[in-house]
C-alpha cells in the first residue's frame, strides 16, 4: 500500500487547501470532511452493487455485508455532521466551541452498528437453522472481488487523513473499511464452499459472524468514544512536547503539573512553570506570556501558565534537601518531587514543603497516606522538623 501514498497525497492536494498546515483548526475539518464524502460515495455504490447481488443469488451472507456497508454509509454521514458542527464557532452556550462533537461521532456510529448486528444475526440465524440453495454464478465471485480491492484502497486513503490530523473519528472509519475488505474475502470463500459441497448453512454461518463481528465493533467504539467525552489522559508523546515548548523559552528551568482538556479540535492546557525568583514579578509574568504564546500557536484554545519562584539554596537548605531525597529514593510509591520549600518557624524550627507525584499504580485514596508516611520519615531523619506540607499531584496532572 505504500505504493498508494503518492497517489493519495495527489488526490489531498487536489481538494485540501494548505493541506500541510495539518494544526489548523480549518484544514484539519477539510480533512474530515474529505474522508467523510469519499467513504459516502464510495460505500454508497457498493452497496447498491452488493445489495443486488445479495438479492439475485438469494445469499443472506451477501445481504449481511450490504448491511454492513449501509452501517458504513451511517458512519460516514455521522463523521461528515460531526466536522460540519465542530466548524461552528464558539457562542455563550457552547464557550469551548464545537470541537468535541468530533468524538461524539464514533459512539453514534456504534448504536448504527449494535442495530445492524442484532438484525443481521436474526436473519442469519433463521436462514442456518432452515438452509437453501444459493444462486450461484462464476460472475458473481469476481465482482464482490473487485468489490474488496476498491473498500481496500478506499480504507489506505481513509487512514492516511486520519493520520496526518491524528483523528480518532476519521481512523475508525478507516478501520472500518479495512475490516469490511476482510469480511467480503470470507464471504466470497463461504459462496465457493457452498457451491462447490453443497454446504447451504455455510451461507447462514457467514451471515451469523459478521453479525457477530459487528456487534463486537458496535461495544469496541463505543467504549473508545466515551474515554475522550469522560476526560482522556494526554498522549506521553504530547505531554513531552508540551514540556519541552515551555521549557525552549528562556528563563524557564522546569515544568510540572500539565494539565490538558482535550476539545477535539483544540486543547486548554494549564501548567506551571519554575523560574528563577531573581527574575522579579514583571520578567517573570513576561516567561508566563511567551509561553502562552508558543503552546497557543501549536495547540489553539488557551493556555495558562503559573509561575513558581525557584529560591537560591544556601549550604544549609541544599543539606537539608539531600536528607529528604534519601526519604522520597526509600519509597518506591514516589517517582519525583518539585517545588521543595524550607520555611524557618523559627530558630531551631523549620517546616518543609513539597509537591510529590505518585507512581501511576497508587490510587487517589492512597495519596494523604502516602504523605503522612513521607513526613513521620522526614521528622524522624532530619532534625528540627516541626512539620511538613506535603501535597501530592492528583493523576490528571502532568
Same mark, same amino acid.
Given at each position: 500500500?505504500?505504493?498508494?501514498?503518492?497517489?493519495?497525497?495527489?488526490?489531498?492536494?487536489?481538494?485540501?487547501?494548505?493541506?500541510?498546515?495539518?494544526?489548523?483548526?480549518?484544514?484539519?475539518?477539510?480533512?474530515?470532511?474529505?474522508?467523510?464524502?469519499?467513504?459516502?460515495?464510495?460505500?454508497?455504490?457498493?452497496?447498491?452493487?452488493?445489495?443486488?447481488?445479495?438479492?439475485?443469488?438469494?445469499?443472506?451472507?451477501?445481504?449481511?455485508?450490504?448491511?454492513?456497508?449501509?452501517?458504513?454509509?451511517?458512519?460516514?454521514?455521522?463523521?461528515?455532521?460531526?466536522?460540519?458542527?465542530?466548524?461552528?464557532?464558539?457562542?455563550?452556550?457552547?464557550?469551548?466551541?464545537?470541537?468535541?462533537?468530533?468524538?461524539?461521532?464514533?459512539?453514534?456510529?456504534?448504536?448504527?452498528?449494535?442495530?445492524?448486528?442484532?438484525?443481521?444475526?436474526?436473519?442469519?440465524?433463521?436462514?442456518?437453522?432452515?438452509?437453501?440453495?444459493?444462486?450461484?454464478?462464476?460472475?458473481?465471485?469476481?465482482?464482490?472481488?473487485a468489490t474488496v480491492l476498491i473498500k481496500q484502497y478506499l480504507s489506505q486513503f481513509v487512514l492516511d487523513l486520519g493520520n496526518r490530523v491524528n483523528s480518532h473519528a476519521i481512523l475508525a472509519n478507516a478501520h472500518h473499511q479495512r475490516i469490511e475488505a476482510v469480511m467480503s474475502l470470507g464471504?466470497?470463500?463461504?459462496?465457493?464452499?457452498?457451491?462447490?459441497?453443497?454446504?447451504?448453512?455455510? !451461507?447462514?454461518?457467514?451471515?451469523?459472524?459478521?453479525?457477530?463481528?459487528?456487534?463486537?465493533?458496535?461495544?469496541?467504539?463505543?467504549?473508545?468514544?466515551?474515554?475522550?467525552?469522560?476526560?482522556?489522559a494526554p498522549s506521553r508523546d504530547m505531554i513531552g512536547r508540551i514540556r519541552k515548548t515551555a521549557r525552549s523559552v528562556n528563563g524557564v528551568v522546569g515544568v510540572h503539573e500539565i494539565i490538558v482538556h482535550d476539545y477535539g479540535s483544540n486543547h486548554h492546557i494549564s501548567m506551571h512553570l519554575?523560574?528563577?525568583?531573581?527574575?522579579?514579578?514583571?520578567?517573570?509574568?513576561?516567561?508566563?506570556?511567551?509561553?502562552?504564546?508558543?503552546?497557543?500557536?501549536?495547540?489553539?484554545?488557551?493556555?495558562?501558565?503559573?509561575? !513558581?519562584?525557584?529560591?537560591?539554596?544556601?549550604?544549609?537548605?541544599?543539606?537539608?534537601?539531600?536528607?529528604?531525597?534519601?526519604?522520597?529514593?526509600?519509597?518506591?510509591?514516589?517517582?519525583?518531587?518539585?517545588?521543595?520549600?524550607?520555611?524557618?518557624?523559627?530558630?531551631?524550627?523549620?517546616?518543609?514543603?513539597?509537591?510529590?507525584?505518585?507512581?501511576?499504580?497508587?490510587?487517589?485514596?492512597?495519596?494523604?497516606?502516602?504523605?503522612?508516611?513521607?513526613?513521620?520519615?522526614?521528622?524522624?531523619?532530619?532534625? !528540627?522538623?516541626?512539620?511538613?506540607?506535603?501535597?501530592?499531584?492528583?493523576?490528571?496532572?502532568?
Amino acid at each position: 500500500m505504500r505504493a498508494l501514498k503518492p497517489l493519495n497525497l495527489r488526490l489531498i492536494r487536489l481538494f485540501i487547501e494548505d493541506h500541510a498546515r495539518t494544526d489548523n483548526k480549518s484544514v484539519r475539518i477539510r480533512y474530515g470532511l474529505l474522508a467523510g464524502w469519499a467513504s459516502v460515495s464510495a460505500t454508497l455504490l457498493l452497496f447498491v452493487v452488493k445489495m443486488y447481488l445479495g438479492l439475485k443469488a438469494h445469499s443472506v451472507s451477501v445481504v449481511a455485508n450490504a448491511f454492513h456497508l449501509l452501517s458504513h454509509l451511517a458512519n460516514s454521514v455521522v463523521l461528515i455532521l460531526s466536522f460540519h458542527i465542530s466548524a461552528r464557532p464558539a457562542t455563550s452556550r457552547n464557550p469551548f466551541g464545537h470541537g468535541r462533537m468530533e468524538h461524539v461521532a464514533p459512539l453514534i456510529m456504534s448504536i448504527f452498528l449494535f442495530v445492524s448486528g442484532i438484525q443481521l444475526a436474526e436473519a442469519s440465524l433463521h436462514r442456518t437453522l432452515d438452509p437453501h440453495e444459493v444462486h450461484y454464478w462464476p460472475a458473481l465471485i469476481w465482482i464482490l472481488f473487485a468489490t474488496v480491492l476498491i473498500k481496500q484502497y478506499l480504507s489506505q486513503f481513509v487512514l492516511d487523513l486520519g493520520n496526518r490530523v491524528n483523528s480518532h473519528a476519521i481512523l475508525a472509519n478507516a478501520h472500518h473499511q479495512r475490516i469490511e475488505a476482510v469480511m467480503s474475502l470470507g464471504v466470497i470463500g463461504g459462496l465457493v464452499a457452498g457451491h462447490y459441497f453443497h454446504l447451504s448453512q455455510v !451461507d447462514g454461518a457467514l451471515g451469523i459472524m459478521v453479525s457477530l463481528w459487528l456487534l463486537y465493533l458496535g461495544f469496541r467504539h463505543g467504549r473508545e468514544a466515551l474515554v475522550p467525552l469522560l476526560g482522556q489522559a494526554p498522549s506521553r508523546d504530547m505531554i513531552g512536547r508540551i514540556r519541552k515548548t515551555a521549557r525552549s523559552v528562556n528563563g524557564v528551568v522546569g515544568v510540572h503539573e500539565i494539565i490538558v482538556h482535550d476539545y477535539g479540535s483544540n486543547h486548554h492546557i494549564s501548567m506551571h512553570l519554575e523560574v528563577p525568583e531573581r527574575l522579579g514579578p514583571a520578567e517573570m509574568h513576561e516567561t508566563a506570556e511567551r509561553c502562552e504564546a508558543l503552546l497557543r500557536k501549536e495547540y489553539g484554545g488557551a493556555v495558562v501558565c503559573h509561575t !513558581d519562584p525557584l529560591l537560591e539554596k544556601t549550604p544549609e537548605i541544599q543539606a537539608v534537601e539531600d536528607r529528604f531525597r534519601e526519604q522520597v529514593t526509600a519509597m518506591p510509591e514516589i517517582v519525583s518531587y518539585h517545588d521543595f520549600r524550607v520555611v524557618a518557624h523559627s530558630e531551631r524550627r523549620i517546616i518543609i514543603i513539597a509537591d510529590l507525584n505518585a507512581a501511576e499504580i497508587i490510587s487517589e485514596e492512597e495519596f494523604e497516606r502516602l504523605a503522612a508516611e513521607l513526613e513521620q520519615r522526614v521528622i524522624r531523619s532530619i532534625p !528540627d522538623v516541626a512539620y511538613c506540607s506535603f501535597y501530592v499531584t492528583p493523576k490528571y496532572a502532568y
